[in-house]
Nanobody
């Protein structure tokens, strides 16, 4: 599975963005999908994950209620809708595919990774 993230950009505090992660190759619907982010000078952190069928989601406390992860298996795409953005959300956002949400939360979270898309939130 090859992943291509897009949708990042510059947005003001309080604004919204929607990230997309398009998958190519076979087996997208077999994988749980996750979003991670890495801010400058910080370690990568988990943001959100969704099960292979889309019925289960999990969020980091820092984004719960503001971000929504979804997927369209017919389009081989996973999305991250981000609302009420703040400068603390500034980071490179990566999508990843894993065998389960549990795997995405583990120490080696992703079997496959996208290249990242930069989100910058101005104050």
């Amino acid at each position: 599975v090859q992943l291509q993230a897009s949708g990042g950009g510059l947005v003001q505090t309080g604004g919204s963005l929607r990230l997309s992660c398009a998958a190519s190759g076979r087996g997208f619907s077999d994988y749980a999908m996750g979003w991670f982010r890495q801010a400058p000078g910080k370690e990568r952190e988990f943001v959100a994950a969704i099960s292979w069928g889309g019925g289960t989601t999990h969020y980091a406390d820092s984004v719960e209620g503001r971000f929504t992860i979804s997927r369209d298996n017919a389009k081989n795409t996973v999305y991250l809708r981000m609302n009420s953005l703040s400068p603390e959300d500034t980071a490179v956002y990566y999508c990843a595919a894993g065998l389960s949400i549990g795997a995405l939360l583990g120490p080696n979270p992703g079997d496959y990774w996208g290249q990242g898309t930069l989100v910058t939130v101005s104050s």
